[in-house]
């Protein structure tokens, strides 16, 4: 299947019932070999893509396409169908949006999209910039250094907005065997005691076991709304869906959860009392 995908076509799609996906996932896990499964699986999919991307472009330059961003898309969404395991107890959308969004940022990371004349101007912005720095004691303005460069401010604005660096939070920072990865040198102001940590790890795996029991559409919108920020409108729109049906399979899905929960809390009380 070609890496890429026209995403205005998706509205056109067929589909699948939950009954038919479930299927199509058990035909390719009992034969990987299956490359028409997989492909079905991968347009069936295709609206993480488009989810992911929406998410990533805003914050690279503009002479990163669209087109490419999605290629990258497709093929950690490929990755994530193919290294699926239901075994471990994770969704495949959530697995998924990692994927995807992994492979985007590290095709990104691996390569320079910006033409050698921009990043000759980037260059000239930094020099001013440092040396403006050491000469004012202070990070010097846009102004400042569009004067000392006789250059249009804005100009300047916008070429210190092209110099954008993706970052990950597991690079390390310096490059001796100490380095340590940027994730682990920041600070966790909301960081929990051992009990709370405790507490939170109950509800969580409850939560999960729960959302385990609903549809698969009802379980695809709560991961959109509440692990991936969506708006109910933005979740329409990505699975084909009116905003107010979706709005009515979440508050469905609400009450569906708070009945489990409670059905799970009554189960535990019933079995202390016999214990």
Not at 69 to 83: D, K, S, W
């Amino acid at each position: 299947m070609s890496q890429s995908f026209d995403f205005t076509s998706y509205n056109n799609i067929k589909r699948l019932s939950e009954e038919e996906l479930a299927s199509l996932w058990e035909q390719y896990l009992s034969d990987k070999s299956n490359k028409a499964a997989r492909d079905t699986l991968i347009v069936q999919y295709i609206y993480l893509i488009r989810y992911v991307v929406g998410r990533v472009k805003v914050t690279l330059p503009g002479t990163i396409s669209i087109e490419d961003i999605a290629g990258y898309g497709v093929e950690g969404l490929i990755n994530a169908i193919e290294r699926y395991s239901p075994h471990k107890n994770t969704r495949f959308e959530t697995y998924a949006l990692i994927r995807i969004r992994g492979a985007i940022l590290d095709r990104i990371r691996a390569q320079d999209f910006l033409p050698r004349s921009v990043r000759k101007k980037i260059k000239d912005v930094k020099q001013a910039q440092e040396h403006l720095k050491q000469e004012l004691g202070r990070m010097p303005t846009t102004t400042e250094i569009a004067n000392y460069l006789d250059m249009d401010a804005d100009k300047v604005s916008q070429i210190l907005a092209d110099d954008t660096t993706i970052t990950s939070l597991y690079d390390k920072k310096g490059s001796t065997e100490d380095s340590v990865e940027i994730i682990d040198t920041i600070e966790d102001t909301n960081k929990l005691n051992p009990q709370e940590q405790a507490e939170e790890k109950n509800v969580k795996h409850e939560l999960e076991k729960a959302l385990m029991r609903l549809p698969e559409r009802e379980r695809v919108i709560m991961v959109l709304y509440y692990q991936e920020n969506m708006t109910l409108k933005e979740i329409g729109e990505t699975i084909g869906m009116s905003e107010s049906r979706v709005c009515q399979l979440h508050a469905q899905s609400i009450m569906k959860l708070k009945n489990i929960l409670s059905e799970n809390r009554t189960t535990r009380l019933r079995q202390s009392i016999i214990a």
